[in-house]
């Protein structure tokens, strides 16, 4: 268990920011925005890392250093000791990012989470007029 995580130390790291196409590359984005998906999570790209065969851990106590309060990363493993690759279909940290971002927006949660949105937001339509009646006053 403990070769297990100090080995951890070494593998690369993937914040969400690098696939978010709501930040600039000044931010932190490192693949092109018609690539990228919008605010990715980490359990998100953890999942996605998880369908791809690729072994991560979560990391969701940790910052980004250029923005602390984005919290969490992915670290992850493309290559076995000897070198060889994990997945074949995945031989660099950039094509990961490129494949979890086209894989986040078929994510199941994603699915789910759209569908109460259009409820919600006919019930935030409903209470705009009684605060148009509070101005009045």
Same mark, same amino acid.
């Given at each position: 268990?403990?070769?297990?995580?100090?080995?951890?130390?070494?593998?690369?790291?993937?914040? =969400?920011?690098?696939?978010?196409?709501?930040?600039?590359?000044?931010? &932190?984005? /490192?693949?092109?925005?018609?690539?990228?998906? @919008?605010? =990715?999570?980490?359990? @998100?790209?953890?999942?996605?890392?998880?369908?791809?065969?690729?072994?991560?851990?979560?990391?969701?106590?940790?910052?980004?250093? /250029?923005?602390?309060?984005? /919290? #969490? /990363?992915?670290?992850?493993?493309?290559?076995? @000791?000897?070198? $060889?690759?994990?997945?074949? @279909?995945? &031989? $660099?940290?950039?094509?990961?990012?490129?494949?979890?971002?086209?894989?986040? =927006?078929?994510?199941? &949660?994603?699915?789910?989470?759209?569908?109460?949105?259009?409820?919600?937001?006919?019930?935030?339509? $409903?209470?705009?007029? &009684?605060? #148009? #009646?509070?101005?009045?006053?």
């Amino acid at each position: 268990m403990q070769s297990e995580s100090l080995n951890l130390k070494k593998w690369n790291i993937i914040y =969400p920011v690098y696939i978010n196409t709501k930040k600039t590359v000044a931010e &932190g984005r /490192r693949i092109s925005t018609t690539k990228a998906c @919008e605010n =990715p999570t980490c359990i @998100e790209i953890g999942d996605c890392c998880n369908y791809l065969k690729i072994p991560f851990a979560v990391e969701l106590d940790k910052a980004y250093p /250029r923005d602390f309060m984005q /919290r #969490g /990363r992915i670290r992850f493993q493309l290559k076995k @000791e000897d070198g $060889s690759l994990l997945n074949p @279909e995945i &031989g $660099s940290k950039k094509q990961l990012m490129l494949r979890v971002a086209e894989l986040i =927006p078929k994510h199941h &949660g994603r699915m789910k989470k759209q569908e109460p949105d259009a409820n919600a937001s006919c019930a935030a339509g $409903s209470s705009k007029p &009684g605060k #148009g #009646g509070k101005k009045k006053k």
